[in-house]
């Protein structure tokens, strides 16, 4: 990815965000990198098939890297997309301005 994220990429990554269970999966990811196989157990509602459907979806957005290591696939996060997405919308505010909105939501 190119440093400047690409439009249809950021559509991507809102997109995968968009759900609560792919959140969870980078939240797991974010710890360590893990086989699909063990990331289904973190998920017993699902089936493996779905469970490869976000991951697809993680993917496609460049939020999670796999590789085959043997049979297994392992998943990696990638937080470059998310890091750029801080830097072009969070990383504008200063400091003050966010903790005068924080006063003013909580009155």
């Not at 968009?18 to 939240?27: E, K, N």
């Amino acid at each position: 990815m190119s440093t400047a994220i690409a439009e249809e990429t950021l559509d991507l990554v809102f997109k995968a965000l968009a759900d609560s269970r792919r959140r969870r999966i980078l939240d797991l990811l974010r710890e360590e990198s893990l086989t699909t196989g063990a990331l289904t157990l973190y998920f017993p509602e699902l089936d493996r098939c779905t469970v490869m459907q976000h991951l697809g979806v993680l993917e496609r957005a460049e939020l999670v890297v796999s590789c085959r290591v043997g049979r297994s696939r392992v998943n990696t996060l990638n937080v470059g997309p998310l890091l750029e997405i801080q830097a072009r919308w969070l990383g504008r505010f200063p400091a003050s301005s966010l903790r005068l909105l924080d006063a003013l939501r909580d009155g």
